[in-house]
């Protein structure tokens, strides 16, 4: 590694971490403000809402990461070209491919540690993020939950399984429902093709039904559709929702195999494992983007300016994502084309400025 090498690296990483520390402390002071008056009200411990915090520390990187490796590229290209040393640089026949490669460089390693904490840090740590909220600090009693490939849930009196849940249109697929007595023994089948809430209640559909204490036997007795308490309330299945954000890559190709295999689709399971992949390269590409916006602005106002448009790429790579993803979730755009059209569209816009730069 050559001199300039570390020198241009030293400077990006000094800005990267001055950068995602801003952006860290600006996220927590957010949660703080929502969260903390909600936790006072629980009673919960000082103690259980630090180690609250500080368990969703990796979820905070991953959220403010790309972001500040933009900026840190604008930055340290604005302070380089405001103190004249790309203008040296260049004038000693240096290119602007080899000014740019430690920030590249440094940029794909930071795209491979996103990766490594979004697959083996992240869910682990929701997971006990979540754990603590619920229980240690609102006193609520976890029963609905992933199970394998399945979502389940318990209560006294019954027993639920249930294949896929859709947010959008609050509808469970492909529920068995036990009804057990206090010996937990069973009382009571219910097979529906789907239930859907409305109105503080599940309307079954496609439902078939068999008592084990019918005196005729087993025989199963259909109905088109049919009014059941499960006592499941849709918020606690929106939590599996926002959990489903936060599994691995291989848990979230199990399950959406499993549905595949059961007939179901899995477009927003397989869009959010191939986003799992596509993610963390949008590090990279930030890096790739930054580095030919910076090069364009004067030396006077490279700061001002970089400043500036790291809030407006970041805000255009944000809405477009966006958009290419909940076209992935409804089955419009395939999976892979959803997850990655963000990181294509702005690689070429990048790769493009770059053929563009005066050099």
Known sequence: MSILDRYIGQTWLRMLMLCLSGFIGIYLVIDLIENIPRFLRAGGAAGDVALYFIWKFPEMIGRTAMFSILMATLLTLGVLSRDSEITALRSCGVSLLRISMPMLVLGLIASILLMINGELILPHSYARTEQIHR??????????????????????????????????????????????????????????????????????????????????????????????????????????????????????????????????????????????????????????????????????????????????????????????????????????????????IFMLGGIWMSMTVKG
């Open 135 to 344: 229980v240690r600090i609102m006193k609520s009693v976890e029963r609905a939950k992933f199970k394998r490939n399945n979502i389940w849930f318990r209560s006294s009196s019954m027993i639920l399984q249930a294949r896929l849940f859709e947010p959008k249109t609050r509808t469970l697929s492909g529920l068995v429902v036990w009804s057990v007595d206090d010996s937990m023994n069973p009382v009571s089948r219910i097979d529906a093709d789907s239930a859907v809430y409305s109105a503080g209640s599940w309307l079954l559909h496609s439902a078939s039904l068999r008592s084990f204490q019918a005196v005729d036997g087993y025989a199963p007795q259909f109905k088109q559709t049919m009014a059941l308490d499960l006592g499941l309330k849709v918020e606690d299945l929106q939590v599996l929702d926002i959990d489903a954000d936060n599994m691995s890559i291989s848990a979230l190709k199990e399950y959406a195999e499993s549905l595949k295999r059961g007939g179901y689709q899995a477009y927003r399971y397989l869009t959010l494992m191939h986003t799992k992949i596509a993610s963390p390269f949008a590090a990279l590409i930030m890096v790739l983007l930054g580095i030919p916006f910076a090069l364009r602005n004067s030396r006077s106002s490279g700061i001002a300016i970089g400043i500036g448009a790291g809030v407006g790429i970041g805000f255009a790579y944000f809405i477009v994502n966006a958009v290419l993803l909940s076209y992935g979730r409804s089955g419009v755009l395939t999976p892979v084309a959803a997850a990655w059209g963000a990181n294509v």
